[in-house]
């Protein structure tokens, strides 16, 4: 199954830069995959030093099994110091760090990353976009710029 979503997104021309940590069934099914949680962690791929965690429920059924399913938008994000962070000169004030798209079709999970410079905080927001959807789920998480050991 996990090869079959690599070839669905392989062959749509999408990055898959996440890795999968686990996944926990939430309800067993009879026919086809079960419904799940997974965990998913992938690193800021501008900030080195910053990794995020997204947990994300993915549908079950014959049609999550084959890749056809809609996942539905809920999910969590934490994201955190794990290093010495060393921000580039020029950083955006928006920009995606990682997008995923949670259907075949017009639906996509993407985290972007904020930078409060008066705080010095870097601030990923999570959201879920439907395009005929105008109020997207939405979670957030902030990493602290803070010195990394004696750095």
Known sequence: MKRLAILCFATLGL?????EVGCVTTAWKLIGANHR??????????IPGVTCHISQAKTGGVKGSFG?????????LACRQIGPITLPEKLPKDE????????????ETAVHRSFDEKRKVLIYLAISR??????????????????????
């Open 130 to 151: 439907k395009i005929i959807e105008g109020a997207p789920a939405n979670a957030i998480s902030t990493v602290p710029i803070q010195p990394w050991g004696g750095k």
């Open 96 to 107: 995606i760090a990682f997008s995923e798209n949670t259907s075949l079709l017009f639906k």
């Open 15 to 19: 990055p898959v830069t996440a890795e």
């Open 68 to 76: 056809l399913a809609e996942d539905p938008s809920q999910f969590s």
């Open 37 to 46: 949680v997974c965990i998913y962690a992938f690193d800021d791929p501008k």
